[in-house]
């Protein structure tokens, strides 16, 4: 009997991309973004993504849920959104 082999859909995720893991001296080890859909999504490849901490980008990867309900997603495909100015009146 042959095991049918789960095939998890890639999805897409907007949002912010911030430090969320720490070395002993401070620096940046693990990564998650904060999303549009007011989710949070931990990176299990979080250290491709350490130089662009702060950015508003587009992911797309597989997302796992953990037992306890977190989620993780493996990015296959980012984007950096261009950041969109708000229209301040100036005086």
């Known amino acids: ?10 999805q897409t995720v907007e ?13 940046v080890i693990e990564m998650e973004i904060q999303g549009t859909d007011e989710e949070t999504y931990g990176i299990e490849n979080s250290e ?5 901490a702060g950015k508003s980008i587009q992911a797309s990867g597989v997302i796992n ?8 997603i493996f990015i296959k495909k980012i984007a950096i959104m261009e950041n ?5 009146p100036m005086e």
Not at 1 to 10: L, P, Q
Not at 48 to 52: A, H, K, Q, S
């Open 1 to 10: 009997m042959m095991k049918n082999k789960i095939r998890r859909e890639t």
């Open 65 to 72: 849920i953990s037992k306890r309900g977190e989620k993780r």
């Open 15 to 27: 949002g912010l991309l911030i430090p969320c893991g720490w070395d002993d001296d401070g620096g």
């Open 84 to 88: 969109e100015a708000l229209a301040v």
């Open 48 to 52: 491709f993504f350490l130089n662009i």
